[in-house]
């Protein structure tokens, strides 16, 4: 059994803030009785299996009315130092996409404007 507070944002979604997996073990619990503990949050039999997306944060999500769990992923702002990396990146894709087209065009005007046979 795991206890969760949460944050109301609406009647059928909250943000989950606190999560324990052992509330009421003697050694490790929050040395409340389950009744207490009800005051405060609520008692939920598992967590959702969390992903782990690349530059992504997973946030816990519970709906009060259903008792229903689940994860929103949202992105991770990058450092500095890799944003600017993949702004050079990007940077430089985009040149060699615009030589590309410029070379295209090129071929495209000689084959217009060449000798008429």
Partial sequence: MVYIQFEKETEARAL???????????????G???????????????????????GKDAKLYFNPQTKETWYEYVDIPLPDNERITQVEISTEE?????????????????MVTGPLT
């Fill in 16 to 30: 989950v803030t606190f999560i324990h997996y052992k509330p009421l073990d003697p050694n490790e619990g929050l």
């Fill in 32 to 54: 409340k009785t389950a009744d207490e503990l009800s005051l405060t949050g609520v008692f939920i039999d598992a967590l959702p299996q969390r992903e782990r997306p690349l």
């Fill in 94 to 110: 985009n040149k060699k996409a615009n030589l590309d087209t410029q070379e295209a065009v090129l071929q495209l005007y000689e």
